[in-house]
């Protein structure tokens, strides 16, 4: 299995500060997605990664930016954290015909 | 554009009972079909998938799920629960199965188990 980790693991942050998530894998998968996981909502896709420097929007997007400068590495930033973004953050990345990997998930609360 | 509903958002079963989450999707192509499973803390692990071929899936820890074209399901069983499978179900859906092509998830389902 492809290695991906993600750091860190659990974060709170207070409201209007900037947020950097990491997510980090072991393997050349050139695709690379970030998630928000809800209640209710299941997983609901934030931006994805097609190859360094490569990326575009997913179905959650305002409020988030992202970030590709090497293949291994994925980075999500929240600009001015909200309440709203409270959530559970997972990065997977896609392996051709075995679907998604997903990492371990970030816990993030804004306070 | 894809969709994917999952009926029942917790499902309680006794231990050694049939274990039922259903998924229904809608998609304008041949749909690619997964289950992912994730325990407490965890991230998701891919537990089957639906490609092509055979309609009905096995997948691990015992689970299957069958690919119904003219229902649009997908739903997943297992003949006997454990207290192990205890955890939430996501049901997802894409048009390819090939590195670039987007996952839809559906709300999810947690399963309960009871002794």
């Known amino acids: 299995d492809a290695g991906i980790t993600q750091s860190p693991r659990h974060k709170v942050t207070e409201t209007g500060t900037p947020v950097t998530l990491r997510c980090h894998q072991t393997e050349n998968h050139r695709y690379m997605y970030w998630y928000r996981q809800d209640p209710g909502h299941g997983l609901r896709l934030i931006h994805y990664s097609y190859g360094v420097k490569d990326t575009d929007k997913g179905e959650v997007s305002d409020g988030y930016s992202v970030s590709r400068s090497k293949t291994e590495d994925f980075l999500l930033t929240l600009e001015s954290a909200t309440s709203s973004q409270t959530s559970v953050y997972f990065c997977?990345?896609?392996?051709?015909?075995?679907?998604?990997?997903f990492g371990s998930g970030t816990r993030l609360t804004v306070v | 554009a894809q969709s994917v509903t999952q009926l029942g958002s917790h499902v309680s079963v006794s231990e050694g009972a049939l274990v039922l989450l259903r998924c229904n999707y809608s998609s304008s192509v041949p749909p690619y079909l997964f289950w992912y499973v994730q325990y407490p803390n965890q991230g998701l692990q891919l537990l089957l998938k639906y490609t092509t071929g055979a309609t009905l899936v096995k997948g691990i820890n015992g689970f299957e799920a069958e690919f119904k074209k003219s229902e649009t399901s997908f739903h997943l069983t297992k003949p006997s629960a454990h207290m192990s499978d205890a955890a939430e179900y996501f049901c997802?859906?894409?048009?390819?199965?090939?590195?670039?092509?987007?996952?839809?998830f559906g709300g999810g389902t947690r399963l309960m188990v009871k002794p």
């Open positions: 997977a990345i896609q392996k051709q015909g075995y679907g998604y990997t």
């Open positions: 997802a859906v894409s048009d390819e199965n090939n590195a670039g092509n987007m996952l839809t």
